[in-house]
Nanobody, 124 residues
Framework: QVQPVESGGGSVQSGGSLRLSCAYSGNPALMCWFRQAPGKQREGVATIKPDGAFTYADSVKGRFAISRDNTKNSLYRQMNSLRTEDTAMYYC?????????????????????WGQGTQVPVSS
């Protein structure tokens, strides 16, 4: 069973950078970083396949980067040029097995294993 565990969250000023980590077990078919701001729906922001192919949401393209180290069973997300609107709870999610629809990799229902989340408040 894949059980993601996030770390690395914390307060940061606008324009700053932060790196989130996600430790997992097993060999998930697909992994994704989501975020959820207060009063908003959960949003998929970056996904990565086992072969390293990735997809980003338009809202974070050019600022966020996702990477994966299979030897350490870890997923990372580097966030640069942070904005106050990036303030959210950030979640790591995994699809443990099976097929998936390529156009749905940023959709929460695609994933069946979720971490507890790590808070990232961005101040102005």
């Amino acid at each position: 069973q894949v059980q993601p565990v996030e770390s690395g969250g914390g307060s940061v000023q606008s324009g700053g950078s932060l790196r989130l980590s996600c430790a997992y077990s097993g060999n998930p078919a697909l992994m994704c970083w989501f975020r959820q701001a207060p009063g908003k729906q959960r949003e998929g922001v970056a996904t990565i396949k086992p072969d390293g192919a990735f997809t980003y949401a338009d809202s974070v393209k050019g600022r966020f980067a996702i990477s994966r180290d299979n030897t350490k069973n870890s997923l990372y997300r580097q966030m640069n040029s942070l904005r106050t609107e990036d303030t959210a709870m950030y979640y790591c999610a995994a699809k443990t097995s099976g097929i998936y629809v390529a156009s749905q990799t940023l959709v929460p229902d695609t994933y069946n294993s979720w971490g507890q989340g790590t808070q990232v408040p961005v101040s102005s």
